[in-house]
Every structure is written in C-alpha cells, then in structure tokens.
C-alpha cells in the first residue's frame, strides 16, 4: 500500500507504538495522522474427508486440470466457519459434521491469507456447481500423488495427514 486509503496521500514508513509496545514500522499517512494497517484478503480452505477418513476430496476449477482444495473468499461480516461451511455448500453441495482448524498461510500471488480447516463430510454425494470442473475423492495415498505438487493444497493437505488420526476419533 502506497496511499491513503481515506485521503490519497503519499504513506511513509513510521514505527507504530500501541500502549507503548512496538507494532513494527507500518505505513502511515503524514495527512490524516494515521497508521494504515495493510489489506489482505481472506480466505477458507478445507481437506475435507469421507466419515472414516479413508479419502478425501480433491477438485479441479477454472479449466486449469490441477487437483486442489474446496476454497473460497469470506464474504464481509461472516466467519471463517460460515464462509467455510457456505464453500463446500456451494462448490461440492457437501454438508460438513465436524470440523477443526488446521493451518494458515499468506499466499502472495492473491494477497490472501488463507485459513484451512479440516472437515469430516456427512456422505460423499457430490453435487458440483459451475465453479468446479471435477470432483473426486480418493483414497489417502492416491491423493498424495494427485493433488497439486508444491502447492499451497498440498502444504495444508500434508499438514492434515499429521491430525487426521487424531480428529477422527472426535
């Protein structure tokens, strides 16, 4: 961020100081008098496996032919769980019964923050919308060599494997 925000002045780099503690240098407009803290978008994303936790779900969007993650933007005034539990609505016309958080990760490219969960889906009946090309689930060790490599998908699906025992049990 270059500018205000509110005024569209030139920012500076000045060390913010709340309550005495150092925040770090944040941009700050010599204008208004301001710091203006950076924008990012957020994001929810989910490895979502079937009640026994024999697969999961990968799917394919955008015609790009590359198996990733259920995802999508939380909307204003919604929660990472609504905004969660509304994409899988959407994208794969899954319902969800329990679901823990699992990692988080800023992703430049988009200038997101994306937060995964993992989910435990009520039946595997797929009822895809528009936004996904293919949908399938697979099982554990053929997602491994399915989803897409050095991807943030794949960081979080790795993440998933090390709870997913655990999580099961709940």
């Known amino acids: 961020m270059k500018y205000c925000t509110e005024c569209g002045a030139k920012l500076t780099i000045k060390e913010c100081f709340n309550c005495g503690i150092s925040e770090g240098m944040v941009p700050y407009c010599p204008v208004c008098g301001e710091f203006r803290f950076p924008w990012f978008n957020v994001a929810a994303s989910v490895v979502i496996f079937n009640r026994d936790c024999s697969k999961t779900l990968?799917?394919?969007?955008?015609?790009?032919?590359?198996?990733?993650?259920?995802?999508?933007?939380?909307?204003?005034?919604?929660?990472?769980e609504e905004a969660l539990i509304r994409e899988i609505k959407e994208e794969v016309g899954l319902c969800v019964e329990k679901f823990i958080f699992n990692e988080s990760k800023y992703f430049e490219k988009s200038n997101s923050l994306i937060c995964n969960f993992i989910a435990v889906s009520c039946d595997e009946t797929l009822k895809c919308n528009a936004e996904v090309d293919f949908a399938m689930w697979y099982q554990i060790d053929n997602a491994k060599e399915a989803i897409l490599k050095d991807s943030l998908a794949e960081y979080f699906f790795k993440k998933a494997l090390l709870k997913k025992d655990c999580f099961a049990i709940y």
Do not use: R
């Open 58 to 80: 990968l799917i394919q969007q955008y015609g790009k032919g590359k198996n990733i993650l259920v995802a999508g933007y939380v909307n204003k005034a919604e929660t990472l």
